[in-house]
């Protein structure tokens, strides 16, 4: 039992390892192969379109608009919300 025990928690730590590695993803600037890559769920045909969707409507004004991308449902959504990140495009001059 001890064995177990010891096997399990290098397995949460191995896991936790590779959760901290994990990259925010910008849904709003990733290409379709980066986006396919990090995210849970999301494969070649989602990731285009997820891109195909952004530059029809513009970028995403959070990440649940995601949700609106067909193929795209808030299950998903919420797999990926921890790697998932809007960064601000407004560039703003002096």
Known sequence: MKNLK?????????????????????INHADADTLAAELTGVG???????????????PFRSIEDLARVKG??????????ANLVIENQSTDSM
Do not use: C, H
Not at 6 to 26: E, G, N, R
Not at 72 to 81: C, D, F, L, P
């Open 6 to 26: 010891q096997v399990l928690f290098a397995l949460i730590l191995t896991m936790a390892s590779f959760a901290a590695w994990a990259v925010p993803v910008d």
């Open 44 to 58: 070649a045909a989602k990731a285009e379109a997820i891109v195909a969707y952004r530059e029809a409507n513009g």
């Open 72 to 81: 795209i449902g808030a299950k998903t959504v919420e797999k990926n919300r």
